[in-house]
């Protein structure tokens, strides 16, 4: 079965602050795909990232980094010097490359303090 | 950056009620999705539709649930009696080709209310 395991419920920074929202997965898949979501307090979905099982490869997008460990089945992210537009709620997500549906992950709320 | 489009924002029901949630993928894709979010949860899967069919359900997707793509644009969700759990937002989301090499983008949602 497949499933997405965002341990952290909530997590408070202040900002300038890094942070670093985990994500761990399991799949039986050889290919799958890793999201990244940011839903503000607006409630849409706003993409952030895919990765595919292929690419082991970190990406930067300016503050945000993203960290795929495919041995620890880990798609960790990190955003550097938080800033208050930052507070939203993060969830990771696996696609399937057979079905193409998400599984989602329960979410981590963060909240950037001034 | 072509958008998803789902109508209405929010929409308010009575319990056994009707109700028809409507999106516009982007206009080249052939893969479409229902998802929904009650409220303080994750988001979870409903349907995924391809060449006029469903190709997936969850079991939320009961028989009180339908999708049709009544024309070439439009792909809606029916919840034919509603109820109170059915409260929940409801994202759509398109893509050209599944996952493979695709973002998924969502739309803004539809806020359902079940009185």
């Known amino acids: 079965a497949q499933k997405v395991t965002q341990a952290q419920t909530e997590i408070s920074v202040v900002e300038k602050e890094d942070v670093t929202l985990d994500c761990v997965y399991e799949?039986?898949?050889?290919?799958?795909?890793l999201f990244w979501y940011k839903q503000p307090p607006s409630g849409e979905l706003v993409f952030l990232i895919r990765r595919n099982s292929f690419d082991e490869q970190n990406e930067i997008s300016g503050r945000y980094s993203w960290n795929f460990q495919k041995s620890t089945s880990s798609f960790n992210f990190t955003i550097t010097a938080s800033q208050v537009v930052d507070s939203a709620v993060y969830f990771c997500?696996?696609?399937?490359?057979?079905?193409?549906?998400?599984?989602f992950g329960q979410g981590t709320t963060l909240q950037v303090k001034p | 950056e072509p958008e998803v489009t789902q109508t209405p924002s929010h929409q308010v029901t009575q319990m056994g009620q009707e109700v028809i949630l409507r999106c516009v993928p982007i206009s080249n894709h052939l893969y479409f999705y229902w998802y929904r979010q009650i409220l303080g949860q994750k988001v979870e899967f409903l349907v995924s539709?391809?060449?006029?069919?469903?190709?997936?359900k969850s079991e939320i997707f009961d028989d009180q649930f339908s999708v049709e793509r009544p024309d070439g644009s439009n792909f809606t969700l029916k919840i034919r009696s509603t109820k109170l759990e059915d409260s929940a937002m409801y994202f759509c989301?398109?893509?050209?080709?599944?996952?493979?090499?695709?973002?998924?983008?969502f739309g803004s949602g539809t806020q359902l209310s079940v009185l």
């Open positions: 997500a696996l696609g399937s490359s057979n079905t193409g549906k998400l599984i």
């Open positions: 989301a398109s893509t050209r080709g599944g996952l493979r090499g695709e973002k998924l983008f």
């Open positions: 539709f391809y060449n006029n069919e469903i190709s997936e």
């Open positions: 799949t039986r898949d050889t290919t799958y795909y």
